[in-house]
């Protein structure tokens, strides 16, 4: 597995893809997420977004990325806004990799706490194992948030 965090233009469809081939994010959750490809591209690390890319080889197309940030107003938080791995490579530990280089990156930028939004839905519950399984603590609950009986659960890890 190779990773890179530099994004180029061609990640722009790359990440459309991993967002609808996934099966987890609406049309507006997949322009959002593309979205920040293009805004870091354009403005640089002044967007304040930051990425991890995982692809099998060098010179193939990424099949995971992770997307964070510091939180702006705050002195040490992180937000890790996406992370999503294609659906026919989940579960080889990718996920695991991307996450953990996102965290070590934080880290040397001097981030102190990650937070991490997502949904209570039971589509989800494989996603919130995964961040429990990475240390992650269920800190806060935003009831009806997204939708009727689809609550925001909000997950934090620091050191
Ligand atoms: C959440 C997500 C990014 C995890 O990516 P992944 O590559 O599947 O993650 P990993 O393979 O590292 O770990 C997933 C599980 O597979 C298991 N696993 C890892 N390697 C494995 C292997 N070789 N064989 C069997 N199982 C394995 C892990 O133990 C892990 O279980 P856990 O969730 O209880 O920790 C991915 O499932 C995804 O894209 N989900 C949809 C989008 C999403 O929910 N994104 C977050 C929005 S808030």
């Known amino acids: 597995m190779y990773f890179r965090e530099q994004p180029i233009l061609q990640d722009i469809d790359a990440v459309a893809d991993i967002l609808l081939r996934s099966g987890f994010f609406n049309d507006e ?3 959002v997420g593309v979205s920040l ?7 640089g690390e002044k967007s304040l977004y930051f990425f991890q890319f995982a692809q099998e080889f060098a010179d193939s197309k990424p099949i995971g990325y992770s997307c964070f940030g510091p ?7 992180y937000d890790l806004y996406w992370i999503a791995v294609d659906p026919n490579f989940q579960r080889q530990g990718i996920g695991a990799h991307l996450l953990e280089h996102s965290e070590t990156e934080i880290k040397r930028r001097g981030g102190r706490r990650i937070y991490i939004e997502t949904s209570s839905q039971p589509l989800y519950q494989p996603t919130r194992n ?3 399984h990475h240390g992650y603590i269920l800190e806060g609950r935003q ?3 997204y939708a009727p009986q689809d609550d925001k659960l909000l ?5």
Do not use: H, N
């Open 155 to 159: 997950y934090v890890k620091w050191w």
């Open 29 to 31: 959750e997949q322009k």
């Open 143 to 145: 009831t009806d948030y």
């Open 37 to 43: 490809v293009r805004e870091r591209l354009e403005q």
């Open 130 to 132: 995964f961040y429990a």
């Open 71 to 77: 939180i702006p107003g705050t002195k040490f938080s």
